[in-house]
T-cell receptor, first 118, second 111 residues
């Protein structure tokens, strides 16, 4: 079964450093997303990406964050100048459809990257 | 502000019983409803999606949707210890790419 792959599985970084979280979405999916989940909290939407541009973003996704699809397979989330409160599990997801079309199968989530900022 | 509410639990049921998980949502324009299962430290995994009022069955799982009352529920028949996880309700309206997740209900199935 196709999977969304995320690397690394766990990243520890010092406060103020930049991190890049990597994702390889399912190959025939067109919509890509980043979510985060702080320990014990709900899954929160960060950003969606379609046709090589951001289609929607939340209030959380401020200038500290950026996304990129540098080639045909990878989808990255960059967090600049990390803060302690950025510590969370970051999930990448992809879907075949989105927007006004009914999403028939929901999202497929990757296994996540646990980011720990110290 | 769209809200998706779930009782955080834990909901504890004996093995073989029916587990009933409930979710209410605030946005009447919501069109798509999803139930995800999340094991501790793992990513959410889609179990069911439902779009029309009524029941939808898939194996031991039944999703129930009542748009007039703005709730969606998930029934798990013949609960197994392996069903012990957090169950996330997600709600999406037609005009958005993005579902809103609830906090999840922790389910414990004890032998």
């Amino acid at each position: 079964e196709p999977e969304v792959t995320q690397t690394p599985s766990h990243q520890v970084t010092q406060m103020g450093q930049e991190v890049i979280l990597r994702c390889v979405p399912i190959s025939n999916h067109l919509y890509f997303y980043w979510y985060r989940q702080i320990l014990g909290q709900k899954v929160e939407f960060l950003v969606s990406f379609y046709n090589n541009e951001i289609s929607e973003k939340s209030e959380i996704f401020d200038d500290q964050f950026s996304v990129e699809r540098p080639d045909g397979s990878n989808f990255t989330l960059k967090i600049r100048s990390t803060k302690l409160e950025d510590s969370a599990m970051y999930f990448c997801a992809s879907s075949q459809r989105g927007g006004n079309l009914v999403i028939l199968s929901g999202y497929t989530f990757g296994s996540g990257t646990r980011l720990t900022v110290v | 502000q769209k809200e998706v509410e779930q009782n955080s639990g834990p909901l504890s049921v004996p093995e073989g019983a029916i587990a009933s998980l409930n979710c209410t949502y605030s946005d009447r324009g919501s069109q798509s409803f999803f139930w995800y299962r999340q094991y501790s430290g793992k990513s959410p995994e889609l179990i069911m999606s439902i779009y029309s009022n009524g029941d939808k069955e898939d194996g031991r799982f039944t999703a129930q949707l009542n748009k007039a009352s703005q709730y969606v529920s998930l029934l798990i028949r013949d609960s197994q210890p392996s069903d012990s996880a957090t169950y996330l309700c997600a709600v999406k309206d037609e005009g958005s790419y993005i579902p809103t997740f609830g906090r999840g209900t922790s389910l414990i199935v004890h032998p």
